[in-house]
Every structure is written in C-alpha cells, then in structure tokens.
C-alpha cells in the first residue's frame, strides 16, 4: 500500500494468490516467497475452504489454515490469510473474493478459469513461478500419504506436525479405501 | 499450544473469539488485549462475513479484516484471523466455525446463542469482559456515522484510515436514507 | 390405502398434517387422535427441521421426532413421522414435501399459506380441530419454560421426559437472556 | 447500442430497471415509458423472482413476467424483461445481474442499497420518476385487494385480466387471513 | 391464449421449450421456427442459467438471452424468454420452471430427465424435431471455437456478432487450455 | 434407550445406519434384522433424501420411506425412519444427522467416508454385515429393472407393489435412455 497524492491508498503492490493447499507444499512456499520479493503484501486465500474428507480435499480449512501459518512464522513476510468457501457461480467468483479479502491489485495463478475471471474483471493476472511441479504438488503428497511412501520431506516441517497432530494420514488412508 | 506427554499438541490456552466488527472499535480492541493475556493464541472470528451494504452490517469482510489486521499490527499479540459465512442452521454451527479455524480450547462470548452452543459442544465457554459498552459499541458507532457526529474517538486510528479510504461514511448515509 | 380396480393404490383416506413442534403438546395429540379417526394413515411432518436453538424454535428435528414417537408409542394409530426441511421458496413448497413422504390425498391446516399452497396444488384441505388453541400452544409451553412456571401439564408425559434429558428448559432460559 | 468505431458496441444508451412489481401498476408503466425515451433498449428486471405466495410478494415471476409481457405488448418499448432470483450477498449482487442481462451502461432506481451498489461498481445511476407513488404503489393495489377495496383503475387493463386469471385476489385474502 | 366459455384462459396452444443454448444455433432456430408454427406463444427457457465460465458452459445467461432475442428481432414468433436456474432437485423442478413463467400447456423436449419430469406432472410432452444434430449441436460449435475451425456459418449472423462482441473465442479457448 | 443411576437416558444401544435405498432390497432387510438384535432402537437414515429422478438414484425420499416403512410392518424391530438431506460439507455432516434424528450411540457403516466422519466425532462405528452384496445391491437392482431382466425377487414383496405402484419401472428405462 502507498499512500496517493489524493489521500487514497493504492494497492497495485498488494497481491493475491489462490489454492486449496490439500497440503501446503515446499512448492507452494517457494511460490510464496518468490512473489513476496516483488509485493508490499501478499494475501493467501484457502480456496474450496467448505471441503474436507474426500481423497481430493482431505483436510478441512482450519487445518489448511494451522499449516500454513505455522509455515510462514518464521518468513518476514506481510501477509494476509483468508478462507474462501465455494460459490459455484463463476460470473460472481471474482466479486465474492473481493469481498472476503483486504484490497490487492494483481493475481497471481496458473489456473485458466482463475485467470481468465479476474482478467475479464480487469485485474493484472500474472503467472505463478512453478517448482519442480512433478514432486511439490498436492496430488503427488496425497498419493505417497495414501500409499505409505515418505511424503514429509515434500512439505515444510510444520506441515508434518499439523498433519501427524490431527492423525492425517490415517484419514487419508481410511478415505481411499475401496469399498 | 503446549506439547502433551503423548506427542500431541494440547489447545487448552488458545482461545476463540466471535464478532461482527461493524466496525472493530476500541471495545473490541480492549476485550482482545485483556483475554489475549491468558492465552497463548487467539482466534478472532469475523462473523456474517457474507453480509455487507445494510445498515446494520455495512463493512464487507474484506473491510473488517483490514481494519482488524491494520490494528493488531503494532499489538505482540499472536491471533489468528478468519471471515466465517453463516449457515443459518445453528445445529451445525459449532462444527462449521471448528472446521474453519486453528484448534481451540475456550471460547469467549457474551452472545447466549453462541455460548450454548458451544457450551452444548463440550467447550469452556468464558465471558467477555466489556469496557464502557453503551459508548464502545458497534451500533453507536454506526449512529454517529449517519448523523455525522464525530465517531473517530470510538475507533483505533487505523480503522478510521480504512472507513475512510473505502467512503464507508458516504456508504453508510446512503444505506440509511428513508425510500 | 385402498386398491383400486385398476390395481393402483388410493390414498384418498390418508392424510398430512405439518407443525413445528415446538414442542409436541396435549392440543397437537388431541388433534393427532381427532383426525386418524377419519383416516387409513396420518403423516406427521415436522416442519422447519432445520431450524433449532431460538427462543421460538428451541428444539432440533431429532429432539420433535422423538418426543412424538414416545409419545404416539402406545396409541394404536398408523402414523409415518418425517422431519422437513424448508426451502424458502413457496411456490416449489408442495412439491418438495410431497417428495419428502409417502403419497396421501388430503391435508389438515389451519395454516392460511399451507392451507393456499396445497389448495392451488389440487388437494383437499381440512381444518384441524383446536383444543383449548390458548393454553395449548407452543407460545405458551415456551413462555412457561423461560419464566419457571409449570408447564409440564400442557404436554404428554414422554415429552417432559424427553425435555428433562436435554436439559431443554436450560436451554431455552439460555436463549432467552438478555445480551 | 451504438458501433464504435473499434467495432465494439456501445451500451452507454441500455438502460437497467429493477422492481418487485407485485403487481405491475400504472405507476411502474409511466416510469418505463419516460425513461424508454432516453434509451435504445430498456431492460427490466423480475427481482426477487424466487418469492411468492407471501402477502408482501402474492405473485410468482412467471405471473409478473406475464403481467408486464402483456401490458407493453402494444407499446413501441425495445425492451428485455428477466426474472432475477435473490441471491442474499449484497456484495456479488451487481455480478449476479450482470450475469443475467444483455449489456447496459445506465440503472434507475430510487432504492437506496440499489443506488449504492451499482455507483460503487462503477454505473451511472439515475433517479426513476415517480408518478403519484401514494396511489400508485404496491403496498396500495395490495390493500386494496386484501379489504374488498377498487384496486383495477390502479394497474393496466392487461394486470387485471392476469389477476383475475389466476385467482389472484382470493388467493393475496387467503394468505392475508388472521390465525 | 385462448378464452374459454368460463372467462379463463386456456393455455393448451402455449408451449415450452428448455435449453442451455451454448451457443444458441441454427439448430436451436429450426426448432423454434418449426413449433412456434404450431403454438400461440412460446416460451424460450435458458437453462442452467446461473452457469457460465466453463469449457462445456461458456456463456452467461445475460450473453444467451442477447444471442436469442437478437436472432428473433425479424422473425414474427411471439415468444417468452426466460432465463432458469438449476435448483438440483429434480422433484421441484417443475413446479421451479411453472412459477418461473407464464402459463404454458405443452413442453417440447429431447431430453430424458425433462420429459420425464414434465410427463409425471401431467404435461403434455412432445419431441423437438432434430436438424442435422451431428453439425447444429453445441458441442460441435464449441469444439470448433477451441480448436480455430470455421464455426460461424453454425450459429446465426446475430449470435456471430454477440461472441465477437464478448471476445468469446478467446475466452472459450483459455477456459480449454491444460493446466 | 436404559436409565442411568443419575436419571438420564443412555443410548449406548441405539444404533443408526445410513443407506439411499434405492430401492430398499433383501440385502437392507437382512442388515436390518441382524443388527437390531444387538439394539434396543435402529435410526434408519434416508441418505441423498433430496435427490430422485436419476438413473442412480431414480426414487424420491417419500418412496423410500414407504418401501421401508411397508417392508419393516411385520417385523418387531422397533425402528425410527429419517429422510436426510445432503448438505455437501462433511466437516459438519454428522451435526447434522445428529441434530435430525433421536439419539444414538453407535453407528453401523461400510462407507469410508461415513465411517471415518462418525469415528472423529467419537461414535463407534462398526461395519453392517454383508449378504450376497454382487446380487443384493442398488445397482444391480436398477441394472435388471433398466435392461428388462426379473428383479422382484431381489426385494422385499412391499417394494415390488411400490415400484409398480409408481411406474417405477418405466420411470428408470425412461431415465437410462440414451440422447
């Protein structure tokens, strides 16, 4: 935020980044730092924040919540954390995320649909960085969790206290049973 | 959170709080830094964080998680916090706030819908203790803005900057005009 | 149920009757033994389901369904009990309660908006008888409950139990409290 | 709409209209001939399209879709006419009609929550005229009906033949009934 | 709309037809322009109205209801249009669509799910007759917009001139981008 | 239910189970008998009570009811029948069964997703015996009534008369069509 000449704060330097961290990953930490450099401050929205307890979305957004905080304890960086439930309705995505977040000015995704909303609203989409994609991503963790591979060293150190806390990967486990 | 003999975390000290923060005012900026010093975290809660644009709930929950974050900045306070959409099922309340947050023990409320409910929920529920609450309250704050009295004093000065970077007076005046 | 000649089954002599329960009480049983005379069987449906913890609705769905099974336990009457959701939207009312139960042809209402939903639908509309409408009346059970007078005698005995159990008059003290 | 000289059209000349129209008055029809001549094309919006059947909103939107469809069926109006159903989030509400209409430039409404959302999303927002509102309003040709009282001269010929149609006064003194 | 000897009207010759019309096509204009032959009005419903955004659901209901009612600005068909949203229950779908629009006695549809539903309700249900289905389906259009094949010469010249306006080919072909 | 020494009920040995039942088959009749003699009550819940009309789940919640509740009239389990509707949010799934049904101490599932809701909520939850599940099974049942093949002998008689009693049969094959 600067402080404009007519007294109103600008927030071209305030950024947003969107995802549903089913778990936050070393690469979603890389992201984050990556884009902090260039941004006053950087807001973290936990995307589909009403799902939890499928293989997909195993963790519920309080605990995405406790994972990613802990994570950034230690990081100097200014950021906001904020839940976002599902609306279903895409022409209304962008503006129901407007609302639930402190002012920005520019996106950060790689998704097409998240792209192009908030590029149809007409806010600065810029792509996020990728980090070894193929082993830092949500699918990747879940499956070795579900299959009992070591998954920790994927994730920030936190991020395995959280999920041991709440006894993650059995639920996971338990999730993708056959039945 | 304290580490339990059995390797689990322990939440009895992090505490939760609810409010509606329309606007957050120096009454809630009193109750956070009196219950802050029991606890190890705190958890404020924005509630009806999907309404906004009414007389009585003018602020989106973006606004109020400005205005609280912007507060709290200068304050050595470890909190956490989370907008939260009501359901309006209130037998499935307290398990949509848990599911939302970071672990808590406690909750603080002077509400007697949300302390029997959680207190239903096998939660301690304390209460909050209220500082000068006819002059500290959300609604007198409200009042002074669409009579034009003067309503700054009310509010921690960062509250003041986000209302009015937002227009919230000229918002407010226009919600309340008779049709 | 009587089968027609062409082998289908009529429902002309069973009948539905919707109530909030709020609670079950003496006037609603004597309106409950009134009608099945009249009919093959009775649907009793337990409207606002959702809906619990107010001081006009202080009881869940589960808490009606099994203060009117205890208490219809020993009457020799074919009732089916089925709790329903609202929907807010009274022009797709009927519908969703006709899915909601097995089939019947007529509907006991004293209710103007239930009685003109199920009118315009093509189904017959009765009255239901009222018992003593002043005393037994949820209102009053309620208003007694909050201010510590006796109101035990206004409804069945299973209900007393029931209330007992839940620590409902608590609950409903709770609610009531002045903030 | 215009072509502009980049190919694109231009909207500036569409204009937006929101009303319950419970029922469609005089006054309503005044209102859309004085700004149809302001206008290439008017559109009109059904609101809270999903009510019925309450003594405040008697008539579906497919009743009030006939009731204006019929009405300016002899008049030279360009216009679209779309039933919008409530959303209850104020702050994706001007998204929502977006959504739901062909493009405009321009709302009237004399309603201030309307007024405000639509000038903070950036339209150009214009008063409605009235026309006799004490006479020509909803909440009258309702009274009107409910007491016995001359409600016809209040609403276009088209209105009442609809009204009359669909049991339309029987049906708002039904719903209006004392329990 | 006919009168009857009792003074109501009767709506057997009005009829309706449901689609998603993504984008609307010359198939979905045979269709009309051939039943409309047989019908006093019909009454166009939008489906799914409060989609868009997506590979197989590109269009908002407000950019349908444009490409509809620009493509029948010349032709002399006296229609309705209506855009619905889903409510996911199929049990209250009907009475959803009847209170929607205005009245209506016949419903044209290929469509299993809708025939069915309507046919259960007492509708009368006929087919829509199919023209050249393999290259007038929406399916096909959208395939060719993805891909950059010639598509123009499938949809009327209005609705050409809608997508053009919208950047619709653009926005079409981020949506089917791969992640 | 049995009364404790402190006067209130216990319910370790009322048992729920949840199931769409459709249709109800031998398979749900045999469950039902072998885990009610472990019970004082059986809580059957009517899952996915809002859905009806699809080829997986063709009947509606008032069908299923009458299926159960005319299958289960001559047997001496005494049982509790609750439709429940889906809310789409497991993280307070099992408030809300909870909140619609009477009370229970033990949940009887095979599904994963059930079984792992209840156990962290603190139920315990066992698995419901299987009967020959390759024949005895929803889908194999809507598989025979699709393709024409005998399927009455995988029901109980009751079911057999509502199905036909609705055109249950015709209903599916219609549904199953293909486009």
Request: charged fraction near 25%; glycine fraction near 6%.
């Amino acid at each position: 935020m600067v402080m404009l000449s007519n007294g109103k704060a600008s927030h071209q330097n305030d950024g947003l980044i969107i995802g549903r961290f089913q778990p936050f990953h070393r690469g979603h930490l890389e992201v984050i730092r990556s884009i902090a450099s260039e941004l006053d401050h950087i807001i973290i929205c936990i995307g589909s924040a009403q799902q939890s307890h499928t293989v997909n979305n195993p963790f519920t957004a309080g605990e995405r919540y406790q994972m990613i905080s802990e994570t950034l304890r230690d990081e100097s960086i200014p950021y906001y954390l904020v839940p976002i439930e599902d609306l279903n309705r895409y022409n209304v995505w962008v503006a129901h995320v407007v609302s639930m977040v402190p002012p920005f000015g520019r996106v950060y995704s790689n998704n097409p649909l998240t792209r192009r909303l908030f590029s149809e609203a007409g806010y600065e989409v810029r792509s996020a960085p990728l980090f070894n994609r193929y082993m830092y991503s949500g699918t990747e963790v879940r499956r070795r969790m579900v299959s009992g591979d070591e998954w920790e060293s994927l994730v920030p150190e936190p991020v395995v206290r959280v999920v041991k806390d709440i006894d993650g990967e059995d639920r996971l486990r338990d999730l993708a049973e056959e039945v």
